[in-house]
């Protein structure tokens, strides 16, 4: 079992970038695939991004591309997402996620794929 801690959450001007980090415990966060997904008021939770085990495989939402980037650190255990160009549309609350099965693109922005999620970060864009 992996637990997943979300932080870098906040408000920021349209626009502007925010860094949102995920720390999972355990000696196993190689082992996982990760995604991003994020729920605003009164939505269903969506896809926003995922990286495989190796740091390949990386997938975006297209609402995101070209202005996220997913990455991961081994080392912290960590797994990022920079956001850049933010939109109002941006605000929700964000949740990491890890996926402990078989990585696959085409089944990467499923919340069905994901058995571990952290307990989300508010991000509130401004116009």
């Known amino acids: 079992q992996v637990q997943l801690i979300e932080s870098g959450g906040g408000l920021v001007q349209a626009g502007g970038s925010l860094r949102l980090s995920c720390a999972a415990s355990g000696r196993t966060f190689g082992t996982y695939a990760m995604g991003w997904f994020r729920q605003a008021p009164g939505k269903e939770r969506e896809f926003v991004g995922s990286?495989?085990?190796?740091?390949?495989?990386?997938v975006y939402a297209d609402s995101v591309k070209g202005r996220f980037t997913i990455s991961r650190d081994y080392g912290k255990n960590t797994v990022y997402l920079q956001m850049n160009s933010m939109k109002s549309e941006d605000t929700a609350v964000y949740y990491c996620a890890a996926n402990p099965g078989l990585y696959s693109t085409s089944r990467a922005t499923m919340r069905s794929e994901y058995k571990y999620w952290g307990q989300g970060t508010q991000v509130t864009v401004s116009s």
């Open positions: 990286i495989a085990r190796n740091g390949g495989f990386i």
